[in-house]
C-alpha cells in the first residue's frame, strides 16, 4: 500500500465524516429532507468504494449497509423519526472509529455487529424490531408531598406497559420510603405505540417531565445492574413484600442489610433462598451475627 493513497484516503474521509455529521443534524431539525438524504446516500457510496480500494473490507461493509437504508429512506420506502437519528449517530461514532483502527492497522472491536443487525431488521422489516428497549426517565414534581407514592404509581404504569428490565432507584428502596424520589429511569421492552405510553406518564398526577430513547443493545448507564436491597431489620408488609419478589426477579445484584436488630422472618428467608437459586449474586455488608452464619449454613454466601 503506498502512503501517498493512504494519506489521500485519510484527507478524503476526514472530510466526509465531518460533512456526513453536519447533515444528521440537518436531517434532526428537518427530518423530510430529500436533498440531505441524497447527498448522505452519496457520501456512503464514496466510503463504500474508497474503503474497499483500501482493502478496508469492514468499513466497505459497514458504509454498504448503510448506503442500502439511506437508498430505502430517500425513495421514501421508510420514514425518518428520532429513533432513526438515534441510530444515525451511533453509526457515525462506530463509522469514525472503524475508520481509524483500519488506517492504523488495529483490530474495531465495537458494536458494528450489532448496528448492522438493527439496519438489516429496518430493511427487510421497515422497523427496529418486534420489542424495542427504552430508556425513560421520569421526573416528579419537586412540589409534589407524596413523592414516593407518586414514584410506585409510575412504576406500576410502567409494568403494565412492558417487561422493565432495570430500573433505578430500586423498588425496595421506594417501598421503604427512605428515599425523596425526585426522578424514575428505567429500562423497558415494549411492543406497542412509544406515543401512547409517553401520553399515559405525562397525565399521571405530579409528573414533571417525561424523556424517553431507544436503547439499542449497548451498554446502558446507572441502571445497568438492577441492585435491590434487602433490609432485615425491617418489617415488610404483605404488598410490599410482593412488590420486593417482583423486583428480585429482575434484580442482577441482592444487597443484604442488617441495621441495628437484624431479625429476618421466614418470609424474608425465603425470598432471599428463591434469589440464590436464580443464581442471584447476593452480597451482605458487615455484621449480621447469626443471620448471617445462618445463611452461611445454607450455602447463600
Not at 493512504?6 to 429532507?33: M, N, W
Not at 429513533?83 to 483500519?102: H, N, P, Q, V
Not at 421506594?174 to 406515543?195: G, H, N, Q, Y
Not at 436464580?278 to 452461611?296: S, W
Request: negative net charge; aromatic residues 4%.
Amino acid at each position: 500500500m503506498e502512503w501517498n493513497y493512504l494519506d489521500a484516503y485519510i484527507e478524503e474521509t476526514g472530510e466526509q465524516l465531518s460533512r456526513l455529521e453536519q447533515l444528521l443534524l440537518e436531517l434532526e431539525e428537518k427530518p423530510e429532507q430529500s436533498d440531505v438524504l441524497n447527498e448522505i446516500f452519496r457520501i456512503m457510496h464514496t466510503l463504500k468504494g474508497s474503503s474497499a480500494t483500501m482493502g478496508f473490507s469492514e468499513v466497505a461493509d459497514f458504509s454498504h449497509n448503510l448506503e442500502s437504508l439511506f437508498d430505502k429512506l430517500r425513495k421514501g420506502e421508510l420514514g425518518v423519526n428520532d429513533e432513526l437519528i438515534d441510530l444515525f449517530f451511533e453509526c457515525l461514532d462506530a463509522l469514525k472509529k472503524m475508520i481509524t483502527a483500519a488506517i492504523k492497522g488495529e483490530v474495531y472491536d465495537g458494536n458494528a455487529a450489532e448496528l448492522v443487525d438493527i439496519i438489516n431488521n429496518l430493511i427487510h422489516t421497515g422497523s427496529m424490531g418486534e420489542n424495542t428497549k427504552w430508556q425513560v426517565s421520569v421526573k416528579i414534581n419537586g412540589d409534589c408531598m407524596m413523592k414516593t407514592a407518586r414514584a410506585l404509581v409510575i412504576v406500576k404504569y410502567l409494568e403494565e406497559m412492558g417487561n422493565i428490565l432495570s430500573i433505578d432507584p430500586p423498588i425496595d428502596v421506594l417501598i421503604r420510603e427512605k428515599l425523596e424520589c425526585k426522578e424514575i429511569v428505567a429500562v423497558i421492552e415494549i411492543s406497542r405505540d412509544i406515543e401512547d405510553i409517553i401520553l399515559g406518564l405525562k397525565n399521571i398526577q405530579d409528573v414533571e417531565n417525561v424523556e424517553i430513547r431507544p436503547v439499542h443493545e449497548k451498554v446502558r448507564n446507572k441502571v445497568d445492574m438492577n441492585d435491590v436491597k434487602i433490609n432485615l431489620s425491617m418489617q415488610y408488609k404483605v404488598e410490599d413484600l410482593q412488590r420486593l419478589k417482583e423486583a428480585l426477579m429482575r434484580a442482577d445484584v441482592v444487597n443484604l442489610e442488617f441495621g441495628e436488630n437484624p431479625n429476618m422472618s421466614l418470609a424474608l428467608l425465603q425470598l432471599i433462598l428463591a434469589a440464590h437459586r436464580e443464581n442471584k449474586v447476593i452480597r451482605c455488608e458487615k455484621g449480621g451475627g447469626p443471620v448471617v452464619k445462618m445463611l452461611k449454613l445454607m450455602g447463600v454466601f
